[in-house]
């Protein structure tokens, strides 16, 4: 397997995996991965010194589990706002650069933000939010999103956040959950110079109060009660911040499992600092650099973009349309970006588009892909735009705060495959007796910082350990993926054990896209499975169905397929085929068996 970028000495001297490893005496990137699994409260001690990470009071224990690791406490006795820790860098120090779709790049100081974030927090305030109260966030990731974000968090207030490209349904859905007493929306989306109504879907999903921003210049008419943010905001820019415990809840977002309802996934205080810690080592991001990842607060990558790039004194870029055009490249040269995140799907479009390549990217230090299987083609291309830089892989999970596993700076790079668990955490491999081994499903070992340790709607223990295997008397926590490892050591995602999948980036259950493609009237029962391409890249969606007696051609089901899926659960879900069959295969339990789907379908495809 050969590299597609070696790390040059001055790279690797400079970088923080390598102070940290200075520091502790290790001179082997593997030997010290170990120790940092070995010695949790060690390493993540010295991380949150790192980090430079602000307590009102200090923690008594970095780890306590009294209650065992399901239950880990970290930071026990601590009070704290982790958004204080987001306000490290000098006051004139860049915090946010931004551009909306056509316009020009704007940009925010550390001060600034500051000053942005309290106004907002007093406004909350003035309208009668009060510590442990929910607001909702479903707007694109914007200035005015990640200050109301920081604003919420800052006043004790719990941020539940909600993609803006769900359909009326699943907002409908998330809003049930969690019942936010005010929500932030925009009154459109401006993409490619259309206007898409948000407020009027975020109305149909039975919305509380809401405060709209405005994207467009003319102003529509709100539900009595609601209002536009210019009349929400307060003038008042102090704000003392409110001190927590390190448990207490900051973020409720969403990540599918096997069943229908998404799961409600806290996050707390301690969560950010594993966000902020993976970008310290694993993305190399240092004081003042820009990091930009087109992502939404509705997906964990936009609080992880907010926490990794601010705790670690950088500047976040955000541009507010779609990361495909000549205008995104130029942002991305004229912002001065030095990490840039990515789905590989969006890669693949830049490398049939050709787009970035008229673009000066040279400032950029390293890539990052996440949220589907990358291919390796396209990914040395990516590496390509910007002089052959390395590309981080990132896999890890809403449940986690961030990776678990990935790449580093300090290592050679494989395109399109990891080569190292996540500092401070351990997994294992096994196969379906329970065996190691070096292709299989991937187990967590507990404790690990950021792990969630509860659900808002489910059952934690259920969902995450019960029914799991021990090994070397250690307890596993399940968490769906498998993967494969190398020769060399490096790993590559395989997909998913279990019934979830990925598309476009977003986590989704087949249970859900049944429920949706059986309320078609030419189909009985349906599967549905992802499918991963022979030369690596984004899962492909294939539905098998049971049909019925109504005559219509398959042309004409698989437009009405692709129809409802787009309107009742998100238009970044594409299906690639949908097959008629006699019988779906099932369990004597009556279970339906995907990965026979899965099986039947790669040998028909061979």
Not at 129 to 140: T, W
Not at 184 to 197: C, H, I
Not at 388 to 411: D, R
Request: charge should be negative; charged fraction near 20%; proline fraction near 4%.
């Amino acid at each position: 397997m050969t590299a597609s970028w070696q790390p040059e000495a001055e790279v690797v001297e400079n970088s923080n995996i390598y102070q940290m490893m200075l520091a502790n005496g290790f001179d082997a990137y593997m030997d010290f991965w170990k120790w940092s699994a070995s010695h949790k409260e060690d390493f993540w001690k010295q991380t949150v010194q790192n980090l430079n990470i602000h307590f009102d009071n200090p923690y008594e224990s970095i780890l306590d589990i009294s209650k065992g690791v399901e239950k880990a406490s970290w930071l026990k006795g601590a009070r704290l706002n982790i958004v204080d820790s987001c306000f490290q860098n000098d006051e004139d120090a860049i915090a946010v650069i931004y551009q909306k779709e056509g316009g020009k790049i704007s940009k925010l100081t550390q001060a600034g933000l500051k000053t942005y974030v309290n106004r907002i927090a007093n406004s909350l305030v003035d309208f009668g939010l009060k510590q442990g109260d929910h607001i909702a966030i479903d707007m694109p990731m914007t200035l005015e999103a990640v200050a109301i974000y920081l604003a919420a968090i800052k006043a004790g207030i719990t941020v539940v956040t909600i993609a803006d490209s769900f359909s009326q349904n699943e907002i409908a859905i998330r809003l049930k959950i969690t019942k936010p007493a005010l929500l932030f929306t925009q009154d459109v989306l401006l993409r490619a110079g259309k206007k898409l109504p948000l407020y009027h879907k975020i109305l149909e999903a039975g919305a509380p109060r809401t405060v709209v921003i405005s994207a467009d210049q003319d102003n529509i008419p709100l539900r009595e009660g609601d209002c536009y943010f210019s009349e929400f905001l307060s003038e008042n820019d102090l704000f003392t911040t409110v001190s927590q415990s390190p448990e207490e809840m900051i973020t409720i977002l969403f990540s599918s499992g096997t069943t229908g309802e998404p799961k409600a996934i806290p996050w707390t205080h301690s969560t950010p600092i594993k966000c902020a810690s993976d970008g310290y080592y694993h993305h190399n991001i240092q004081k003042n650099d820009v990091v930009c990842w087109p992502t939404n607060l509705g997906w964990m990558m936009g609080p992880w973009l907010i926490f990794a790039s601010l705790i670690n004194r950088g500047s976040m870029a955000l541009y507010y349309g779609a990361p495909m055009g000549s205008e995104f490249g130029a942002f991305v040269q004229e912002a001065g970006v030095n990490m840039l995140g990515v789905v590989p799907s969006i890669v693949r479009q830049w490398k049939n588009s050709k787009t970035m390549e008229v673009f000066d990217w040279s400032n950029i230090n390293c890539f990052s892909s996440t949220g589907e299987a990358s291919n390796p083609e396209e990914m040395e291309y990516l590496m390509a735009l910007a002089d052959n830089k390395p590309v981080i892989e990132y896999c890890g999970g809403t449940e986690i705060g961030g990776g678990y596993v990935t790449s580093t700076v300090v290592q050679p790079n494989v395109a399109s495959t990891f080569s190292s668990q996540a500092l401070g955490g351990e997994f294992i491999l096994l196969d379906e007796e329970g065996a190691l081994t070096d292709q299989g499903e991937m187990f967590l070992i507990p404790p690990i910082m950021g792990l969630s340790n509860s659900l808002l709607n489910r059952d934690h223990h259920e969902v995450y350990f019960k029914g799991v295997p021990t090994y070397e008397r250690k307890v596993l926590r399940k968490h769906g993926d498998e993967l494969i490892r190398l020769e060399n050591g490096y790993f590559k995602a395989q997909g998913r054990a279990d019934d979830a999948m990925n598309l476009g980036g977003i986590k989704v259950s087949s249970i859900q896209i049944e429920e949706v493609i059986n309320q078609l009237d030419f189909i009985k029962e349906s599967a549905a499975i992802a499918i991963s391409p022979k030369n690596g890249g984004p899962s492909q969606l294939v539905i098998y169905a049971v049909g019925n007696t109504l005559r219509l051609t398959d042309d004409e089901k698989l437009k009405k397929a692709k129809l409802i899926i787009r309107e009742r659960l998100n238009p970044l879900f594409k299906i690639e085929k949908l097959i008629e069959i006699e019988n779906l295969p099932r369990t004597a339990s009556g279970k339906v068996m995907r990965r026979k789907l899965r099986d039947q379908f790669l040998d028909s495809e061979n």
